[in-house]
């Protein structure tokens, strides 16, 4: 079975592949399918409600049509959402794999920063990052970016260190290899499947900080939808349609529901967790031989020089009968051979 197959294998999974392909399309596409301008006002058709035959999922407080704004504001959040996990796959997992074969001084500071980070409340800090650029799309990713970084650096660094001291990453080091010849060729692939993982989760949770600072005004500026800005726009008409805010924040839920459950899917598929092997089986691996086996034999019974019945019987009374009981006796030690696996 491939790799495909096990991460497809549960209806779950592909319930969420169809949803997150429906909703990647819907990015790209979606303003050029939207039935109505998502900017046109209608004073006329204020609050309309959903099932009508013009408005599927009705129109907003301004006669706006909701539907086209949901397909269109799609990109805006889902790529706001991708340009933050870049952000912080680009400053976290690299620096991570790095650190491991950086000196003492460089690791801890890597460390502390990190564990500086994490101490951020990441709305506040988003709001002064934000605060900083002219762009406020721009600071919603920086912000939220930067403070995804430690994420991805501490599971990289984790990752890592399960391959630093294997016996083939030793071999090379010994043999002259560069630190960036030995995390090519030896630590990148197998730290991927982990780092994909932690990629989905993180999108997911970059869906919902995107809708949150869009909620707060941040982000993308309105008049332009985003599936954050509607609820924040529709809250403040619940009492002429309290419906409104249910249809941006189904696909904000839905989006983030699908990257958590392709987490757990790709986790099965991609077999995480067990990647690191022992040292005698990566060496194996790697080439051709494991690490010397202990071999315990017990003592061969040999003819020669077995005594006599004259000898025995000797022995025998030599015991003599105020022998201490015979599990106290000391057996005969086992011969240990130490010898090569091939």
């Given amino acids: ?36 301008d998502p900017l046109g006002q209608n004073p006329n058709d204020t609050f309309v409600h959903a099932g009508n035959a013009a408005h599927l999922l009705g129109t907003d407080y301004v006669g706006r049509d909701v539907l086209s704004r949901i397909l269109a504001g799609a990109g805006a959040s889902v790529l706001l959402a991708l340009a933050m996990v870049g952000v912080g796959l680009m400053l976290g997992a690299l620096p991570g794999v ?11 500071a890597l460390q502390r920063f990190t564990d500086a980070l994490m101490t951020l409340p990441p709305i506040v800090f988003a709001i002064a990052v934000a605060g900083l650029f002219a762009n406020g799309q721009l600071g919603a990713i920086v912000a939220i970016g930067v403070l995804l970084a430690p994420l991805f650096f501490r599971v990289a660094r984790a990752e890592t260190l399960g391959y630093a001291h294997t016996q083939y990453v030793e ?6 290899a560069s630190r960036w010849w030995i995390v090519r060729r030896h630590i990148a692939r197998k730290v991927v499947p982990t780092i994909a993982v932690t ?8 869906v919902l900080a995107a809708a949150s600072l869009g909620f707060l005004g941040l982000g993308v500026q309105a008049p ?10 529709n809250v403040q008409h619940l009492a002429d349609d309290a419906w409104a805010p249910i249809w941006p924040g189904l696909f904000i839920a839905l989006t983030a529901w699908s990257l958590n459950a392709l987490a757990d899917a790709l986790r099965d598929g991609l077999s995480v967790g067990s990647q690191v092997l022992s040292p005698a089986a990566q060496a194996e691996a790697s080439f051709g031989f494991t690490e010397p086996e202990l071999v315990l034999e017990e003592p061969a019974a040999s003819t020669a020089g077995t005594p006599t019945g004259a000898e025995a019987a000797a022995l025998d009374g030599a015991e003599g009968p105020g022998d201490p009981d015979p599990l106290t006796k000391r057996a005969a030690p086992a011969r240990v051979e130490v010898g090569h696996a091939r």
């Fill in 1 to 36: 079975m491939t790799t495909l197959h096990r991460t497809f294998s549960t209806w779950t999974a592909r319930i969420a592949g169809t949803v997150l392909v429906t909703i990647l399309l819907l990015a790209v596409f979606g303003g050029a399918i939207a039935p109505d």
């Fill in 98 to 108: 790095l650190s491991v074969f950086a000196g003492r001084a460089t690791e801890f």
């Fill in 224 to 233: 332009n939808p985003t599936w954050g800005g509607m609820l924040a726009a």
């Fill in 199 to 206: 990629t989905a989760t993180a999108t997911g949770y970059a």
């Fill in 171 to 176: 071999a090379a080091q010994l043999l002259g």
